[in-house]
């Protein structure tokens, strides 16, 4: 049975395991290429709330079947990424149809309730 799906990275974390990492977490993260920081609230009935620069905006976090973390941040179209612990550090990729994997995000902080 040749999957035709890419191979995901070591480390890629299970539903189960993303679910628990951030569901009712603020977590701290930054952007891999812009170096953007932002706070986000993943509230426990898949609501979140997301301060960067001083900006507040609302949206919905949800978790695949295939166990991506799926942000829908207001008006914007839902993105869907792996999550993939790397030594004590948690990270967000986006996977090619090509196999290739694009870290995007690098997640500093995790605590628990919402902490602004």
């Not at 035709?4 to 679910?19: C, D, E, S």
């Not at 977590?27 to 932002?38: G, N």
């Not at 196999?99 to 995000?105: D, E, K, L």
């Amino acid at each position: 049975d040749l999957s035709t799906k890419p191979l995901l990275p070591l480390g890629t974390l299970k539903k189960k395991q993303v679910i628990k990492l951030f569901s009712g977490q603020t977590v701290e993260s930054v952007t891999a290429i812009k170096s953007r920081v932002s706070h986000t609230y993943y509230a426990p009935d898949g609501s979140d709330e997301q301060i960067r620069n001083g900006t507040k905006t609302y949206g919905k976090w949800r978790v695949s079947s295939d166990a991506r973390i799926c942000l829908q941040i207001e008006a914007r179209r839902e993105k869907c990424r792996i999550i993939v612990k790397e030594g004590d550090e948690y990270k967000k990729y986006i996977v090619k149809k090509n196999g290739h994997h694009q870290h995007s995000v690098s997640f500093r902080t995790f605590a628990p309730g919402k902490q602004f």
